[in-house]
């Protein structure tokens, strides 16, 4: 049944292990919908979109667009009236034991035959300190999604850890970071399409490179706690990269 609440056992699991995977979640006509529109995204994506995985010497309008990233309330602004929305902060309030709200999304599209991991990070290392214990992450995937074209993999337990340095991406020109988790404790987790993948903030997650013939195409829905404030008090490694000018800016709470 779409839009389940979650069990005390999911509960539990979440806790212990910082994420959790909930199959047959999402309304099909609402993906389908939701499909529909991040491609429109892809077809614009030179207006519409940035490269995450931009690397460097390759001029702004030479980007090979291997991680597009946009948000589909560019093209579709109803999207905050879907179910879909209003769940996962409702799922995400049981999970994380608190009250969450829809902070923002991200449409994040591979393309085929792709060679860009997004590397082992945790979103509390972008978003600084304002968000410690105080974040949550769901993440839909379009199509199943495997190891094969990108699927969410997670360091078990690492929601307990704290955040660790990151640091930016050795030739990347975007601000793409990676940090170096204990990776014997990783785990993979494929979704069929209609699941959903849930991670505390502090969880260090990563996805694959899309080695496939078809786009990887997936939405993820940040939460937060209301009292949050969004981002801010950011680590000493934190940079915004503006993609529309390449250049470089420092977070004004680092100045």
């Not at 290392?125 to 495997?146: C, F």
């Not at 490179?209 to 939460?223: F, I, P, S």
């Amino acid at each position: 049944m779409a839009y389940p609440e979650a069990t005390p056992e999911q509960v539990e699991r979440f806790r212990q292990h910082g994420y959790l995977v909930v199959e047959d979640a999402i309304d099909p006509a609402e993906l389908d919908e939701l499909e529909r529109h991040c491609d429109e995204l892809i077809a614009k994506k030179n207006e519409l979109a940035f490269d995450w995985a931009w690397k460097e010497g390759e001029a702004r309008e030479e980007r090979q667009f291997r991680i597009v990233q946009s948000s589909p309330r560019l093209v579709w602004p109803e999207v905050d009236q879907c179910r879909f929305r209003s769940w996962a902060a409702e799922f995400g309030s049981q999970l994380l034991g608190t009250d969450v709200e829809f902070w923002y999304d991200q449409f994040l599209g591979k393309p085929p035959h792709n060679d860009a991991p997004t590397y082992w990070h945790q979103d509390e290392g972008y978003w600084g300190r304002n968000l410690l214990g105080k974040g949550i992450t769901s993440w839909i995937p379009m199509q199943d999604v495997d190891a094969s074209n990108g699927c969410m993999h997670f360091i078990d337990g690492s929601h307990l850890d704290g955040v660790l340095t990151h640091e930016r991406v050795e030739g990347m020109a975007s601000d793409l970071l990676h940090c170096s988790p204990d990776e014997s404790r990783a785990v993979v987790c494929p979704v069929r399409r209609g699941g959903v993948t849930f991670h505390h903030s502090a969880t260090v997650h990563m996805t694959t490179a899309n080695t496939t013939d078809r786009w990887r195409k997936a939405l993820t829905q940040h939460m937060q706690t209301p009292d949050a404030g969004g981002e801010g008090d950011h680590y000493e490694w934190k940079l915004w990269v503006d993609q529309r000018t390449g250049k470089t800016h420092v977070p004004a709470d680092r100045r």
